[in-house]
């Protein structure tokens, strides 16, 4: 058994005999981080989504890499991990904090992260995410929102987005979705400025690109999150974008209300 020693950490662990709840527990993940899996549940969704360590999984906008520290080290040995981060010179701050915050990320543990392979993919034109039918799983977390922002075209770009990740995967392969649940579709912002979006939209745009929308799921409910505060989402945690006296509030709903959806690119029999 090969035995690697984690930098930083005062806990050593093989790899490759690393089960998911083990990389979700390990030492390399910041109290910050391991704080927020109350809201975000990874093991219970990276399960249902059928996440398994020998699958070549792509992980769409990571941002400053929450769910990276879990999926790279789990694939590190029998699979292969990619990000399609944003470009080098990506457009917004956030992108900017995030991208850099990420790479920190990587270059930090070495050990963890020297197997992941960093690849753009902007909207509206960068969108090839590798081989066509060459991935497992295609992963993307709280951000299909953003694609029908007016800051990308107000969704002028998706149905190219959702292509690219239908032609990476293989048949069979899976695209999973996490996002912030709007409850009416008939009511919902068309460019998402609350950060909100309908599973309905979702669904669409992924069955027009080919997908078969496999199952979904409650698991990442909030009953308690009313879809209206002063600054949308944003008002909850973990980003608390609202003056000091609110902040009490926002913190006894919690993360927001999200769907969790699980689609399937059909084999060609299937769509013979």
């Known amino acids: 058994m090969r035995i690697v020693v984690i930098l930083c950490t005062l806990m050593s662990f093989s790899l490759s005999a690393t ?15 391991k704080a927020r899996d109350v809201y975000r549940k990874p093991l219970e969704t990276l399960s249902f989504l059928g996440l398994q360590n020998d699958m070549t999984v792509i992980e769409v906008w990571p941002g400053s890499g929450w769910y990276t520290e879990i999926l790279a080290p789990f694939v590190k040995d029998n699979g292969r991990f990619v990000a399609a981060q944003y470009e080098l010179n990506p457009p917004f701050a956030y992108q900017r904090r995030a991208l850099g915050s990420f790479m920190t ?8 992260f020297s197997h992941v392979e960093v690849i753009p993919f902007a909207l509206p034109y960068d969108l090839r995410l590798g081989d066509a039918n060459s991935a497992d799983m ?17 969704g002028r770009y998706t149905d190219a987005a959702f292509s690219a990740m239908f032609d990476v995967l293989k048949p069979g392969g899976v695209l999973g979705i996490v996002d912030h649940r709007w409850p009416d579709p008939a009511q919902e912002d068309p460019f998402a400025k609350n950060g909100y979006i309908s599973a309905e939209r979702i669904i669409a745009v992924a069955q027009k690109a080919g997908f078969r929308l496999e199952a979904q799921s409650d698991l990442l409910a909030n ?10 989402v944003w008002s909850l945690p973990p980003v608390l974008a609202i003056d000091d006296s609110g ?26």
Do not use: C
């Open 19 to 33: 089960t998911l709840p083990e990389v979700i527990n390990g030492d390399h993940r910041s109290a910050e981080n």
């Open 105 to 112: 990320l990587l270059g930090k543990q070495p050990k963890l």
């Open 138 to 154: 295609v992963l993307t977390f709280r951000n299909v929102h953003n694609w029908y922002s007016e800051m990308y075209g107000g």
């Open 223 to 232: 009953p308690k999150d009313t879809h209206n505060h002063p600054n949308g």
């Open 247 to 272: 902040k009490q509030a926002m913190l006894d709903i919690g993360e927001s209300d999200r769907f969790l959806l699980k689609f399937v690119k059909p084999s060609s029999t299937e769509t013979d």
